[in-house]
T-cell receptor, first 115, second 115 residues
Framework: AQKITQTQPGMFVQEKEAVTLDCTYDTSDPSYGLFWYKQPSSGEMIFLIYQGSYDQQNATEGRYSLNFQKARKSANLVISASQLGDSAMYFCAMRGTVRDDKIIFGKGTRLHILP | DTEVTQTPKHLVMGMTNKKSLKCEQHMGHRAMYWYKQKAKKPPELMFVYSYEKLSINESVPSRFSPECPNSSLLNLHLHALQPEDSALYLC??????????????FGSGTRLTVV
């Protein structure tokens, strides 16, 4: 079965510092996709970044980058130069292609950016 | 503006009421989803409509019933709900139901309170 683990329930980071949100996963599918979503208090799930299991390079989207270590089954999100508006819940998610093609989510990490 | 539109944004209903949540997307996506999210928890998949075929999470009670009038609309009919059904209900869509690199586009959600 597929599983996503986020071990940091909450984090406090000073504004302008970089922050790394941890995510490990487990799957037996040979092909899969990894995602990060941001959910502010308004409730909307905002797509941030995607990494395919066969991608050779780490994904980047503006201030977001995904540190993908396939052998360790980790897909950490790095936010550079954090801003107050980054305060939100962050979910790591995975989608397989063979047995279970639905997106499953980790438990999330609540990020607080301090001024 | 989100490309997946959910209405209403907030709903308060009694346990004997019948109400419907609506979700619409105009991206030509072939798959649509309903998720339930309790406070401080990750979203949990309730229903998938893909290629006019419904997939159900068997743990979802029958007081929730989805309806897909056409490929761009997905409704969730609510009847005889319980207070524990109070949650954020998120609708999502994706280009297809298989393929690891197709993430979901989420709506902003409906905050449901059952009294």
């Amino acid at each position: 079965a597929q599983k996503i683990t986020q071990t940091q329930p909450g984090m406090f980071v000073q504004e302008k510092e970089a922050v790394t949100l941890d995510c490990t996963y487990d799957t037996s599918d040979p092909s899969y996709g990894l995602f990060w979503y941001k959910q502010p208090s308004s409730g909307e799930m905002i797509f941030l970044i995607y990494q395919g299991s066969y991608d050779q390079q780490n994904a980047t989207e503006g201030r977001y980058s995904l540190n993908f270590q396939k052998a360790r089954k980790s897909a950490n999100l790095v936010i550079s130069a954090s801003q107050l508006g980054d305060s939100a819940m962050y979910f790591c998610a995975m989608r397989g292609t063979v047995r279970d093609d639905k997106i499953i989510f980790g438990k999330g990490t609540r990020l607080h950016i301090l001024p | 503006d989100t490309e997946v539109t959910q209405t209403p944004k907030h709903l308060v209903m009694g346990m004997t009421n019948k109400k419907s949540l609506k979700c619409e997307q105009h991206m030509g996506h072939r798959a649509m989803y309903w998720y339930k999210q309790k406070a401080k928890k990750p979203p949990e998949l309730m229903f998938v409509y893909s290629y006019e075929k419904l997939s159900i999470n068997e743990s979802v009670p029958s007081r929730f019933s989805p309806e897909c009038p056409n490929s761009s609309l997905l409704n969730l009919h609510l009847h005889a709900l319980q207070p524990e059904d109070s949650a954020l209900y998120l609708c999502a869509s994706s280009p297809q139901d298989r393929g690891e690199n197709y993430g979901y586009t989420f709506g902003s959600g409906t905050r449901l309170t059952v009294v």
